[in-house]
């Protein structure tokens, strides 16, 4: 870069924080801008296996893959499929040297990324109303409290209902036809040996047809529970999504005839449930080139969370630094940056909404060991724990500010 730009990022997520991460190195400032109150305003979400391809490309560009390996679970890779009479179809153990996806809590990955930072890079409870592109390729951020500031770059790192998005493009995420449902488990080894039984060290998916029940062990004992169906978005009407056991019972008999081993994730969680419907941008999502403006992660392609889009934001923030970087001019950086990634993300998008049909495919039949083993679509483990961040419509679930 020939001259020092002015950047900020819009949300302070993996990809924008890592992108951050990088351009500092390099000794150019950067501000990120984020709409929580602080850095454990909520919770951060699950669990997140970093792909040796992907996300810890990025991690090893922001010199942080050490102190990542420090903090991650290998022995978080063990996957467990089961059928809906809890006979298990597939057992991948975890190799605790195998570092091709280790596990790490998301809120340990932030932790890691914000650490990395300059002290007050991150103005915490700035919420970004809009982006308006300016003359001579620079761009203006509306603040929540109306006020205005110019930048030489803007990027959008805002997750699913992103408001830097509608400075380069007019599509708005869609219902995907599939619902989450979370539920939490304390201290599963000590609390609910059952529990703890079935997901063993890693994730746990059981599944037949429309349905499925997904099992995450984090750190420290807890494990989130994904009860993922598909249907419509408004499956909940007439029910008071606060009122616990009212949902428990709908969600009991939507999995009438499931064993009850399997039965007891919805009858022993802690606390309530928490409604997480499934969003995806059109595909393919492009744009044309707006100077001073760009997207990365959930932002640029939200897709099904089928394990990839974590490890997507990680190398888009890391790539769109090392472009800003590497180039004389902002625009041929954009460039550089939204020719590899837009493609990428076309690419992955499609395999994502393959992998959902065959996850979740739109019928009732109960699925076999044999076509379970045999597709092979289930080696990336339902969900990616990115979603709880990015995937939300702003009221659709209780105490998330996506």
Not at 37 to 57: C, F, K, M, N, Y
Not at 94 to 111: C, F, Q, V
Request: glycine fraction near 10%.
């Amino acid at each position: 870069m020939s001259t020092t730009p002015r950047i900020a990022i819009v949300g302070a997520g993996p990809g924008g924080l890592v992108c951050a991460r990088i351009l500092q190195q390099r000794g150019l400032p950067v501000t990120v801008f984020e709409r929580e109150a602080g850095p454990h305003s909520r919770s951060q979400g699950g669990t997140l296996d970093i792909h040796e391809d992907t996300g810890q490309v990025a991690l090893r560009a922001a010199g942080l893959f050490d102190r990542f390996l420090a903090l991650s679970r290998p022995d978080g890779q063990e996957w467990r499929l089961y059928d809906r009479h809890a006979a298990l179809v597939r057992h991948d153990q975890a190799d605790e040297d195998d570092l091709g996806r280790p596990e790490i809590d998301r809120g340990r990955l932030r932790t890691l990324l914000l650490d990395s930072l300059a002290p007050n890079t991150v103005r915490w409870n700035h919420s970004v109303q809009a982006v308006t592109q300016l003359p001579h390729g620079k761009a203006r951020l509306h603040h929540h409290d109306r006020a205005v500031e110019d930048f030489d770059l803007v990027i959008g790192a805002d997750g699913a209902w992103s408001r830097v998005r509608p400075a380069l493009s007019d599509a708005q995420p869609s219902y995907a036809g599939v619902t989450m449902v979370e539920a939490h488990f304390n201290d599963v080894d000590h609390r609910h040996p059952g529990i703890a039984g079935l997901v063993g060290g890693g994730t746990m998916t059981a599944k037949a047809g429309r349905r499925s029940l997904v099992l995450q062990r984090n750190s420290n004992g807890h494990v989130r529970a994904y009860i993922t169906f598909r249907g419509p978005l408004d499956w909940h009407t007439g029910l008071d999504l606060d009122d616990t056991e009212a949902v428990r019972s709908r969600l009991l008999a939507l999995y009438q005839g499931w064993d009850e081993s399997l039965l007891d994730i919805l009858r022993d969680n802690e606390g309530g449930f928490l409604n997480r419907p499934m969003f995806v941008l059109p595909v393919p999502h492009v744009w044309p080139r707006v100077p001073g403006i760009t997207l990365l992660g959930d932002a640029a392609h939200l897709m099904p969370p089928a394990g990839v889009g974590a490890n997507l934001a990680l190398l888009d923030g890391a790539e769109l630094a090392q472009a800003v970087i590497g180039h004389p001019t902002i625009d041929k950086a954009l460039d550089a940056y939204e020719s590899v990634m837009l493609p990428r993300a076309i690419d992955n998008a499609r395999t994502t909404q393959q992998m959902l049909t065959t996850l979740m495919p739109d019928t009732d039949t109960d699925t076999g060991a044999d076509s379970e083993t045999d597709s092979g679509s289930d080696a990336a483990a339902f969900p990616d724990p990115l979603w709880p961040a990015g995937g939300l419509l702003p009221d659709a679930a209780p105490a998330h500010t996506s």
